[in-house]
């Protein structure tokens, strides 16, 4: 069974930036389209972006422009760079697979505040 283990979560200020990981266990990741979700409180899970096999990228709604998303196959390690971090994108961040979801793993908490 897939295990995922997202991590680099952390409090930081608005317009400041992180980097989150997700590992997975089995080379299984660069097989795989890929995506970031995120859950803030009372709302629903949603996809941030995707990258597929072939290292092509999608963002969606105001990750654009602000979040690149990135795999290390290698590694088997896929990642999250945000910049620009508002409020607003505060919120329990997941990786898993896109459509097909593995199990999801426990996310890694990020808080954007002042």
């Known amino acids: 069974q897939v295990q995922l283990v997202e991590s680099g979560g952390g409090l930081v200020q608005p317009g400041g930036s992180l980097r989150l990981s997700c590992a997975a266990s089995g080379s299984i990741l660069s097989i795989n389209t890929m995506g970031w979700y995120r859950q803030a409180p009372g709302k629903q899970r949603e996809l941030v972006a995707t990258i597929t096999s072939g290292n092509y990228k999608n963002y969606l709604g105001s990750a654009k422009g602000r979040f690149t998303i990135s795999r290390d196959n290698a590694k088997n390690t896929v990642y999250l760079q945000m910049n620009n971090l508002r409020p607003e994108d505060t919120a329990v961040y997941h990786c898993?697979?896109?459509?097909?979801?593995?199990?999801w793993g426990q996310g890694t908490q990020v808080t954007v505040s002042s």
């Open positions: 898993n697979r896109y459509g097909n979801n593995w199990p």
